[in-house]
């Protein structure tokens, strides 16, 4: 910690601008989801952090989302993960919404399917069984870091709000 403080300092110095990352709570996703406001969720992580995604796999496994979306998010009987369609956006903050929440409780916050897959069954909110902020964006680090579509769409269009 004092490493970074230090590094932090000596960038600042030099005339670096300083991007502070908020840090995951240990709220449920359910909470989070309902008390933020829309289009203001944002992944904490990145895919080009092997441990987090390395935890991010264990959870999604764990949380049994491969029995639908395939063990490397590449479908089944629910849509794929890793190509360029995202059903209702590929943002943050919408497939954390909907991870948490489910089709029909963001379906009523004003969310809708924006693109088609061939499988159109519904999302159902896993935002009990996931515990924490911090587990839901390991989860959707790991689903990034499977993304095998174009490098334009991997993050999808943010809602508007």
């Known amino acids: 910690m004092l490493k970074t403080v230090l590094a932090a300092a000596a960038a600042l110095s030099m005339g670096a601008t300083l991007v502070v990352a908020s840090e ?3 709220k449920s996703p359910i ?9 203001s969720l944002k992944n904490p ?6 441990e987090i995604v390395e935890q991010g796999k264990k959870l999604y496994f764990s949380k049994s989302c491969n029995g639908c979306h395939g063990g490397g998010g590449g479908g089944g009987m629910c849509p794929p993960l890793s190509n ?14 909907l991870i948490a929440l489910g089709t029909d409780e963001i379906s009523k916050d004003g ?9 159109k069954g519904p999302m159902m909110q896993f935002g009990s069984l996931i515990k924490t902020e911090d587990d839901m964006w390991k989860i959707i680090t790991f689903i ?9 769409n991997k993050y999808g269009t943010p809602p508007k709000p």
């Open 24 to 26: 995951p709570s240990a």
């Open 144 to 152: 990034r870091s499977n993304y095998r579509g174009g490098e334009s």
């Open 31 to 39: 909470e989070v989801a309902r008390s933020a406001e829309k289009g």
């Open 84 to 97: 360029d369609v995202w059903i209702y956006g590929g943002d943050d903050d919408t497939l954390f919404r």
């Open 111 to 119: 969310y809708a399917r924006v693109r088609t897959e061939n499988v």
């Open 45 to 50: 992580y990145t895919d080009e952090n092997a």
